[in-house]
């Protein structure tokens, strides 16, 4: 997704293509989302019609392929 939206290109122009793929690799092992204080969760990319219940997050493990990004939950 970040390379639709430019971090791919500004990464690849100031960078090298090198670093972008290092970042992918930090961002492939990050956690999906987090629980503050057993009452807040926080994600990035908002929340899936497929998640149905914490339990659905629970379950969820990484790291991911590019093709298990584009569907369900992630």
Same mark, same amino acid.
């Given at each position: 997704?970040?390379? +639709? $939206?430019?971090? $791919? ?7 090298? =293509? #090198?670093?972008?793929?290092? %970042? #992918? @690799?930090? %961002? ?6 987090? +629980? *503050?204080?057993?009452? *807040?969760? =926080? ?7 497929? *998640? !149905? /219940?914490?339990?659905? +997050? $629970?379950?969820?493990?990484?790291? !991911?392929?590019? @093709?298990?990004?584009?569907? /369900? &939950? &992630?």
């Amino acid at each position: 997704m970040n390379r +639709l $939206y430019g971090f $791919y290109e500004e990464c690849r122009r100031t960078r090298g =293509t #090198q670093l972008w793929k290092k %970042f #992918q @690799a930090v %961002f492939n092992e990050m956690p999906l989302c987090c +629980l *503050i204080e057993n009452r *807040i969760i =926080t994600m990035h990319g908002g929340i899936s019609p497929d *998640i !149905k /219940g914490m339990e659905t +997050l $629970y379950k969820l493990k990484k790291p !991911k392929t590019h @093709a298990e990004c584009d569907t /369900g &939950v &992630v």
